[in-house]
């Protein structure tokens, strides 16, 4: 999936209607902060070696549907993939660029 960039008009015309409906509120901006940090401490924890959510979630020290939570979306938008399994749990590897580029073709 390719995302097609803006134009600059219709980044202004983005901003214009975001202002009129008074922009984003602090309480969003927190959330969409926490979501990214969070993903980027497990996409740094997996780049050493593939791990199952409850070791994520300790690692992490958060709660472990917290961990499958931001495990799930990263598997959707192809950040992370099963690798195997490890007793009952699968094991979540991160997804090297060229293989999303590969699987998008």
């Given at each position: 999936?390719?995302?097609?960039?803006?134009?600059?008009?219709?980044?202004?015309?983005?901003?214009?209607?975001?202002?009129?409906?008074?922009?984003?509120?602090?309480?969003?901006?927190?959330a969409?902060?926490?979501?990214?940090?969070?993903?980027?401490?497990i996409?740094?924890?997996?780049?050493?070696?593939p791990?199952?959510?409850?070791?994520?979630?300790?690692?992490?020290?958060?709660?472990?549907d917290?961990?499958l939570?931001?495990?799930?979306?990263?598997?959707?938008?192809?950040?992370?993939?099963?690798?195997?399994?490890?007793?009952?749990?699968?094991l979540?590897?991160?997804?090297?660029?060229?293989?999303?580029?590969?699987?998008?073709?």
């Amino acid at each position: 999936m390719t995302m097609k960039t803006l134009t600059p008009e219709q980044k202004q015309a983005l901003a214009t209607l975001r202002s009129s409906l008074g922009g984003i509120s602090e309480q969003k901006r927190q959330a969409q902060k926490r979501l990214v940090t969070a993903r980027k401490a497990i996409q740094k924890f997996l780049e050493a070696h593939p791990a199952t959510v409850p070791q994520i979630a300790a690692a992490l020290q958060m709660p472990t549907d917290e961990a499958l939570w931001h495990v799930t979306g990263m598997r959707k938008y192809g950040k992370v993939a099963e690798s195997g399994e490890e007793g009952d749990y699968p094991l979540y590897a991160l997804v090297v660029q060229e293989d999303r580029v590969a699987a998008a073709q």
